[in-house]
Each structure stands twice: as structure tokens, then as C-alpha cells.
């Protein structure tokens, strides 16, 4: 009994040991709690994350073109030319025809060969309408006049004045004016072929077409500002003309006068000044050409009559001529000049050289009836004769007997 009581005792114990050990080996199923567990939060990056690629494959990728500012962005051309061509006119005078631009509403610069020795000149605008101007200041020496218009255009165009510093050679140009004289603002496009530096002058060269008509026109460069005035293109020699730089004109502007060492009589560079005459003009150019050489062959005529007048005096007048004449033989038509006597013997003589005088005098007077018909200006006329030596008033067209 009493080992029976013991046994039980010591399996009773080792059951109440064993049992925590049983249960701790059962794993009961994990269920999902009713609230969701937050992540932790990682912590925030210094470096900001680039955004996603829009474009999957690199490779076929293209770049954006970087941004241009406006000022870094010239004007498209035709716009450019559009904005301009309201302050480009042509300048019209009694002899000829050229171009010339607004750099202030009342102010334009052209050529002083364009406006020659006329003190007032026509200014066609691009829309057809007429003013005048005069001309305010001009510089020979740089061949560049500035003009005063009449009526001034309250929303006139202007262009502005640009800087040789900045010109480069190679940058593209644009030439505006009225070649021919009638093909009113045409334009033509080149490049600055060189800058050259004549007799203290800078010339900017280009191979722009440049033409007769062109002249006082401006030159301008991509930005729509001027650089040079358009002042000459070689005959038979495309591509090669020239143009004074707008620096120069800035001084007369200011109503400073030509510097010392100016190029006005420079021989470097013979060029042809394009300034045109009209149709009209063209022909009374012809005809004065044609009307001085006409009384410079009535001057060898009077030349060689002078010497023979000369031996007449000599040799076969006695007496007096009172008065002084361009040639001595216009004594003949001065009653009063004659004095004295031809000598017995010298009668034939004396005949012939009247003979040779009246027809000098007839000619000379058909020529000039015939350059005034021809619509020869009589100022020019008078200079012609004055120039030859037969301006003389005591001749009428009653000829000598």
C-alpha cells in the first residue's frame, strides 16, 4: 500500500510539470487585426527627386531647344523689312534722283551728291505722297546731307542709328532704296564683305545689288539699324559696293563740320555715285552735254580768231579801241569801241575777220536757241557760255555787215 501511494504521488507530480510544456508546442492560427498597421514612415531625402521621364526609351528621346530671350532673336526678315520700309523715301531734284531715310520725324539723311547744289529737293514717300525739304547741313567731304522736312508725319517711322564697333564682317545686311529712279524701295540682301578705312573714312563694303538710285539709302543690319549710308557700287563689278558709315553721320547730326583728313577728294576708291535722273532729267542732261561740247567748238573757232585779231590790230588798224571785252574781236559790236581806221590795204583782211566773227556769232546763237527749246535750265546756259568766253551781251541776232 505504502509503495503503491508513492508511485501515484510521483506521476501526479510529473503530469502538473508536464502540461505547460504541451500547450506551448500548439501554434494557434494568426488572424489580420481590424486595423490596419501604418508603415513607419522613412525619413525625408536632402535631395529633391527627379521627376518621372516622360519619354520611356532614351533613346528616341529629342531634347527641348534651350529658351531664347527676345532681345537674343533677330526679327523674322519679312518683318523686319516691314517695320523699316515706312522711313525709306526717294528724293527727287531737277537733275536726278536718289534715296534717303528718316531718323527722326522731321529729320532724313541722304547724299550729298543725291541733293547736288539745290537747297530744297521732293521727298516721295512709300505711299506715294509728296512734301519737300530743305537741306539743313551737308558734309562734302563724307558725302552726307541732312534734310528738314516741310510737313512732318506725327507717327512717322524712323530708323534707328547702329555702330561700326559692332559690325562684323561676314553678318548678313539688308539694302533699301530706289534704284533706277523709279523702282521705289526695292530691297536686296548681302553681307559685309569688309570695313575699309579711306582717307579717315570708314566704308563698309558689301556685295548687296546696289544700283543707280540707291544712293543715300540705308544699309541695315539684322537688329533694323542702320550702319551705313549707301554711297557707291562700281561699274561693271557685281557685288562690290559701299557704303559710309552711320558714325560719320552722327557729327552732322550735331552740327559739327567735316574733320581734318576727311576723303572727299580721295582718288582710292573712283567709284560711280548712283544717283539717277528721271526720264525727263535724263534727257536734259543729254542735251546739255550735247550743248557744251556744241560751244566748245565755237570756242576753238573764237580761240583761233583771237590771234588773227591780234595781227589785224598790229598791222592794219590805226587808232583806238576803247573798252574790254572776253575776246578782243567783240569790238565789232560796240559802236563806240572802234576809234580809229582800217589801214588802205587791209580792207579784205578787215572783211574776212567779221565774216569769221558773224559766223562764230551765229552759231553760238542757234545753239542756244536750240538748248532752250531742248528745256536746258538758262542758268546752266550762261555758265557754259562764261565758261568758253563767249557770254556776250552786245550780241543780237542781227549779224554784222
Given at each position: 500500500?505504502?509503495?503503491?501511494?508513492?508511485?501515484?504521488?510521483?506521476?501526479?507530480?510529473?503530469?502538473?510539470?508536464?502540461?505547460?510544456?504541451?500547450?506551448?508546442?500548439?501554434?494557434?492560427?494568426?488572424?489580420?487585426?481590424?486595423?490596419?498597421?501604418?508603415?513607419?514612415?522613412?525619413?525625408?531625402?536632402?535631395?529633391?527627386?527627379?521627376?518621372?521621364?516622360?519619354?520611356?526609351?532614351?533613346?528616341?528621346?529629342?531634347?527641348?531647344?534651350?529658351?531664347?530671350?527676345?532681345?537674343?532673336?533677330?526679327?523674322?526678315?519679312?518683318?523686319?523689312?516691314?517695320?523699316?520700309?515706312?522711313?525709306?523715301?526717294?528724293?527727287?531734284?531737277?537733275?536726278?534722283?536718289?534715296?534717303?531715310?528718316?531718323?527722326?520725324?522731321?529729320?532724313?539723311?541722304?547724299?550729298?551728291?543725291?541733293?547736288?547744289?539745290?537747297?530744297?529737293?521732293?521727298?516721295?514717300?512709300?505711299?506715294?505722297?509728296?512734301?519737300?525739304?530743305?537741306?539743313?547741313?551737308?558734309?562734302?567731304?563724307?558725302?552726307?546731307?541732312?534734310?528738314?522736312?516741310?510737313?512732318?508725319?506725327?507717327?512717322?517711322?524712323?530708323?534707328?542709328?547702329?555702330?561700326?564697333?559692332?559690325?562684323?564682317?561676314?553678318?548678313?545686311?539688308?539694302?533699301?532704296?530706289?534704284?533706277?529712279?523709279?523702282?521705289?524701295?526695292?530691297?536686296?540682301?548681302?553681307?559685309?564683305?569688309?570695313?575699309?578705312?579711306?582717307?579717315?573714312?570708314?566704308?563698309?563694303?558689301?556685295?548687296?545689288?546696289?544700283?543707280?538710285?540707291?544712293?543715300?539709302?540705308?544699309?541695315?543690319?539684322?537688329?533694323?539699324?542702320?550702319?551705313?549710308?549707301?554711297?557707291?557700287?562700281?561699274?561693271?563689278?557685281?557685288?562690290?559696293?559701299?557704303?559710309?558709315?552711320?558714325?560719320?553721320?552722327?557729327?552732322?547730326?550735331?552740327?559739327?563740320?567735316?574733320?581734318?583728313?576727311?576723303?572727299?577728294?580721295?582718288?582710292?576708291?573712283?567709284?560711280?555715285?548712283?544717283?539717277?535722273?528721271?526720264?525727263?532729267?535724263?534727257?536734259?542732261?543729254?542735251?546739255?552735254?550735247?550743248?557744251?561740247?556744241?560751244?566748245?567748238?565755237?570756242?576753238?573757232?573764237?580761240?583761233?580768231?583771237?590771234?588773227?585779231?591780234?595781227?589785224?590790230?598790229?598791222?592794219?588798224?590805226?587808232?583806238?579801241?576803247?573798252?574790254?571785252?572776253d575776246r578782243p574781236w567783240f569790238a565789232l559790236w560796240d559802236s563806240r569801241a572802234m576809234q580809229g581806221a582800217v589801214a588802205p590795204g587791209c580792207t579784205a583782211y578787215f572783211n574776212d575777220l567779221r565774216r569769221a566773227a558773224n559766223?562764230?556769232?551765229?552759231?553760238?546763237?542757234?545753239?542756244?536757241?536750240?538748248?532752250?527749246?531742248?528745256?536746258?535750265?538758262?542758268?546752266?546756259?550762261?555758265?557754259?557760255?562764261?565758261?568758253?568766253?563767249?557770254?556776250?551781251?552786245?550780241?543780237?541776232?542781227?549779224?554784222?555787215?
Open positions: 500500500m505504502a509503495a503503491v501511494a508513492i508511485a501515484g504521488t510521483a506521476w501526479w507530480t510529473s503530469s502538473r510539470r508536464a502540461a505547460p510544456a504541451s500547450t506551448s508546442s500548439v501554434m494557434a492560427p494568426l488572424s489580420v487585426p481590424s486595423t490596419p498597421v501604418q508603415p513607419v514612415p522613412k525619413p525625408a531625402s536632402p535631395w529633391p527627386t527627379p521627376p518621372a521621364d516622360p519619354v520611356p526609351d532614351r533613346l528616341t528621346a529629342t531634347l527641348p531647344e534651350p529658351a531664347r530671350s527676345s532681345a537674343d532673336t533677330p526679327a523674322a526678315l519679312e518683318d523686319l523689312i516691314a517695320r523699316v520700309m515706312p522711313a525709306v523715301v526717294t528724293i527727287q531734284t531737277p537733275t536726278s534722283r536718289g534715296s534717303g531715310f528718316f531718323v527722326a520725324p522731321d529729320t532724313l539723311i541722304t547724299n550729298v551728291h543725291v541733293v547736288g547744289t539745290e537747297s530744297t529737293v521732293t521727298i516721295r514717300r512709300p505711299n506715294g505722297t509728296i512734301t519737300t525739304a530743305r537741306v539743313q547741313a551737308t558734309s562734302p567731304a563724307f558725302d552726307i546731307a541732312v534734310l528738314k522736312v516741310s510737313d512732318v508725319v506725327a507717327n512717322q517711322t524712323i530708323i534707328p542709328l547702329g555702330a561700326t564697333a559692332s559690325v562684323r564682317i561676314g553678318e548678313e545686311v539688308i539694302a533699301i532704296g530706289t534704284p533706277l529712279g523709279f523702282l521705289q524701295n526695292t530691297v536686296s540682301r548681302g553681307i559685309v564683305s569688309g570695313l575699309r578705312d579711306v582717307g579717315g573714312a570708314t566704308l563698309v563694303q558689301t556685295d548687296a545689288a546696289i544700283n543707280p538710285g540707291n544712293s543715300g539709302g540705308p544699309l541695315l543690319n539684322r537688329s533694323g539699324a542702320v550702319i551705313g549710308i549707301i554711297k557707291s557700287g562700281y561699274v561693271g563689278s557685281d557685288g562690290l559696293a559701299f557704303a559710309v558709315a552711320i558714325d560719320h553721320a552722327r557729327a552732322v547730326l550735331a552740327g559739327r563740320g567735316d574733320p581734318s583728313g576727311a576723303p572727299g577728294g580721295s582718288t582710292e576708291y573712283q567709284a560711280l555715285s548712283p544717283a539717277v535722273a528721271a526720264p525727263s532729267d535724263q534727257r536734259r542732261l543729254d542735251a546739255t552735254r550735247a550743248y557744251e561740247e556744241a560751244i566748245g567748238r565755237q570756242a576753238l573757232r573764237a580761240d583761233g580768231l583771237d590771234g588773227q585779231w591780234k595781227s589785224f590790230v598790229a598791222q592794219c588798224y590805226q587808232g583806238r579801241i576803247a573798252g574790254t571785252f559766223e562764230i556769232q551765229q552759231a553760238v546763237a542757234a545753239t542756244d536757241e536750240a538748248a532752250r527749246r531742248a528745256d536746258i535750265y538758262p542758268g546752266i546756259r550762261r555758265e557754259t557760255l562764261q565758261k568758253y568766253k563767249l557770254d556776250y551781251t552786245g550780241w543780237t541776232s542781227t549779224t554784222l555787215r
